[in-house]
């Protein structure tokens, strides 16, 4: 699969990725797509079926969010439903998918079955190397984000097979 890494820091929020592409028990290649992308005020991360996330990427708008409105209700009431819409139309639904979403300084997960989770902590992880990141970054909290998140996945990557090197880090600021 993966691993994309989260933080939350004052000045915006930070996400990593590697540069592995696998299927099954088969990897295939370091990639030139990036797992992770900005789309206006809103920072992507994604594991599992690159497919949905060409689609996510490349098709999917998110609906427009008004700046009194909590992220977590729209999260809830907006962005996942108008997801599930637009992927219902286009795969069969047995698709293994985890995005996360960077979205007015809060971190959310949203994960195949269209659940968000918000995160209480200053970061998260999602994919295959997700619990061994979660364990650096709950142990380097005087590091920078930067360093957090490198760190972070270069213990994924020793230790989990589908996880490999470059590592790219996008910010978008608060």
């Known amino acids: 699969m993966t691993c994309i890494v989260g933080i939350i820091d004052k000045k915006g929020i930070y996400i990593g990725a590697d540069s592995s592409v696998s299927a099954g028990n088969t990897q295939f290649a370091m990639s030139n797509n990036k797992k992770i992308f900005i789309d206006n ?9 690159y497919a949905i996330f060409q689609e996510f990427q490349y098709r999917f708008a998110p609906p427009d969010c008004d700046t009194d409105r909590d992220p ?8 996942a439903p108008a997801l599930r819409e637009q992927f219902e139309t286009v795969f069969s639904g047995d698709n293994e998918f985890y995005i996360m979403i960077g979205f007015r300084g809060r971190l959310f997960q949203l994960d195949k ?5 918000e995160t209480s ?5 999602i994919g295959s190397g997700e ?6 970054l ?3 909290p005087d590091l920078s984000p930067q360093e957090r998140i490198k760190l972070a996945l270069t ?15 996008k910010f978008l600021h608060s």
Request: with cysteine.
């Open 41 to 49: 005020d809103m920072i992507f991360g994604m594991a599992g079926d």
């Open 72 to 79: 977590l209700e729209y999260m809830l009431n907006s962005f």
């Open 113 to 117: 079955n269209y659940a968000i989770i």
């Open 121 to 125: 902590l200053d970061f998260d992880a």
């Open 131 to 136: 619990d061994i990141a979660r364990g650096v």
């Open 138 to 140: 709950f142990a380097t």
């Open 155 to 169: 213990a994924a990557e020793r230790f989990t097979c589908f996880v490999r090197k470059p590592f790219i880090i």
